[in-house]
DNA sequence: ATGGATGTATACAGATCTGTATCCTTTATG
DNA sequence: CATAAAGGATACAGATCTGTATACATCCAT
């Protein structure tokens, strides 16, 4: 039988010390040596659960990518409890997450730099992060009944981006608020009022 | 005599093929080796003129400044005549740029990614860049009369930083495009009114 | 022309990187 | 208890990385 919550297996030990190593370090810079010290795990089990460091990078990035989105979408949705009030929420937690002293930026962005090869599987594992960002956006958008919620959750999305990349370069963490004002604008201008103001 | 515009010196060309390298494949995974293959130059040349690989990084992200710079607000000028436009114009050249087969993303947002320290030489290179590019802009929303300008210049670059990451992780060029036709609607929100001016 | 600066070519030192192998201990389960 | 799976500790192979050293060629100005 398996203890699944009582301690960590080695497995997840390891791609949660390589989540922690990439973010603040990147992916190359982070050597299987170092990851071996931080986790507590010797390098032949690590190489009993992955075969490679691509394979645990990959490992790293999946896991994060579930955790983030978890985690993300539970605090805007106890946040706001109407799609309209949820949207504008997903800036106030992206603040509190740039606000924290372990932010090194998007950990997917920061990997596709490292990885300009378009069509390999770390890119499709970025990619598709973003992708579901944008359609958890899109749900909101539909349900507060914008005219055109495809463009709108674009809009939003990139919004997003740019105050993340925002707070990690400039050190800004209120790019969350500037974005999140632009954001107030574009969701009154889709919302289904029947009062048309030019 | 030197020779300015005959050929290149050593040091140009090191720092040249150091800037295309870094931009394709990053900084970390950028081996000395490397660059002194593809500029032509011996390692001990290259050594004479930087003394290590950091300082050779510097000056290629400060050379990559000055040059990204001067070239994309000459096209942007060039683009446009009226500061109005001009500012729409940015979106416009942000997305040939995004279109090009050498396009990486921002050498210099993927710079912070691969190096977390705050308050380093490199860091301070790229928030200076950002924020170069932040007072053309705002120069921009002085000149065509906006309310705020301070407001708008930051919104707009925030739009531009989201562009040029989701054209990057997401492979969309036309996400210049969603920037764009955000910039209309904060722009002409903060334009002044029809009324004859002194 | 000639000596100093600059460059080429190449070998090498020492560190670090990925991945494998060896030997021993712990632990779970029939 | 017995045995197999899993893990710890460590050494090592081979490649690559930064940076230095040695020996020779080229260019330019006094």
Redesign the pocket.
Known sequence: ??QESARP???EQLIQTAVTLFAQNGI?????????EHS?????????????????VLAALRHYDGQFRNSFMRQVETKARTPKTRLLAIFDVAETWFSQQSFYGCLFINAVGEHSIPDTSLRYVCKDFKRMLTEFILKLCIQMGARNPQRLAEELSLLLEGAIVTAQVSQKPDAAKIAKRVAAVLIEKQSPHETPQT
């Open positions: 039988m398996k297996s080695k497995r190359h810079a982070t050597g299987i040596d170092t990851i071996v507590g795990v010797t390098k032949k089990t690590l190489y009993a659960h992955f075969r490679s460091k691509e394979e645990l």
